[in-house]
């Protein structure tokens, strides 16, 4: 009953987030001035913190961790992550996590032929490398494929790469000073698995919480450090869609959530978690999987940083706080 209660307040806050803030600008405190949104203020918890809430639904160790796990990605302890972003459990634990058969690839594959079929048309493995300016204005985007005109310039990139890299230097808004106090939400170490035969004993999605959660997430945001007694995600979405891997085998992932910014990204360092993961994944299962792994890809923080030009390798952008939300976020 109080979870089911903890997850119907959770929903309040995803549908206000949702409908009443999400798609707002956040240009001006003026757009916040609304009647449902401060009618609700205390119903979204802003000023309660996600550990004290989540301790209303339950003293159980395992429990209090799946739900307190989301917001490990945001950019904060849970104890200084306002309980607003319960919403989070109600996305994953009442909407669903949803997945398109196929793979991930579909879902970038279906939004390149609807922007198609407006006329939108695509440049890849083109680097953007600056603007050129005009009375203030971005007139042209700069390639080394060639510059391009644009009426209208909207930067999907890293914040900190469009900024400080790609804006010439009398267009930034930032110094670097500024962007070193920004918080990041985590980095990650990630380990992509073909597997020759079937893996038992796991679904599409695993979460290993065999070790304490604050332990982890002390290592990624008080005291940066790659962690000690890692919790991480493994995923098998061959499980769900068998057309992703060759008949018979077994398409997996492994996920390890890092700090943000940190030294030491080696091999060495990489094969040491993978094999810190791999026993407690066969420990698990109860079969061997290393001597069947046929495919094995990793991706890291000096990976995140050379692939998408991420600020300290980050996997998630900006960290998820108040003081970094809303009006709040640099603009650019």
């Known amino acids: 009953l109080r979870l089911r209660k903890f997850l119907k307040q959770a929903e309040y806050k995803y549908n206000v987030g949702i409908q009443d803030l999400v798609f707002k600008p956040g240009r001006s405190l003026t757009e916040f001035m609304d009647f449902r949104i401060f009618k609700g203020l205390f119903q979204l918890d802003m000023l309660k913190d996600i550990r004290k809430h989540v301790a209303e639904v339950s003293s159980h160790p395992k429990l209090k961790a799946i739900l307190e796990f989301p917001v490990l990605f945001l950019g904060a302890l849970p104890q200084n992550t306002p309980a607003l972003y319960s919403l989070m459990n109600y996305a994953d634990m009442s909407l669903g996590t949803w997945y398109p058969m196929g793979g991930m690839n579909k879902i970038i594959e279906g939004m390149v032929s609807v922007a198609k079929e407006q006329g939108v048309k ?72 073909g597997v020759k035969g079937k893996v038992n004993n796991v679904l599409h999605h695993n979460l290993f919480f065999d070790y304490e959660l604050d332990q982890h997430a002390h290592e990624i945001y008080t005291d940066p450090t790659w962690p000690t007694k890692p919790l991480f995600y493994a995923s098998a979405p061959t499980k769900t869609d068998e057309s992703i891997a060759p008949e018979g085998c077994e398409n997996m992932f492994l996920l390890m959530p890092t700090a943000p910014g940190l030294s030491g990204d080696s091999e060495e360092v990489r094969e040491k978690y993978y094999h810190l993961m791999m026993d407690r994944l066969e420990s698990y299962t109860g079969e061997s999987i290393r001597d069947r792994v046929i495919v094995k890809r990793s991706f890291a923080y000096s990976d995140f940083k050379s692939e998408y030009n991420s600020f300290k390798g980050n996997a998630y952008g900006l960290a998820n706080t108040l003081d970094q939300t809303a009006i709040f976020k640099p603009r650019l």
């Open 122 to 193: 695509f440049r890849t493995s083109t680097e953007v490398t600056g603007f050129k300016y005009s009375n203030g204005r971005i007139i042209s985007v700069l390639t080394k494929g060639g510059s391009f005109t644009a009426d209208i310039v909207v930067g999907g990139a890293d914040y900190h790469h469009i900024d400080q890299k790609i804006s010439s230097p009398e267009y930034r808004e930032y110094s670097p000073e500024y962007w070193e106090k920004r918080k990041m939400a985590p980095s990650s170490l990630l380990f992509y698995l």
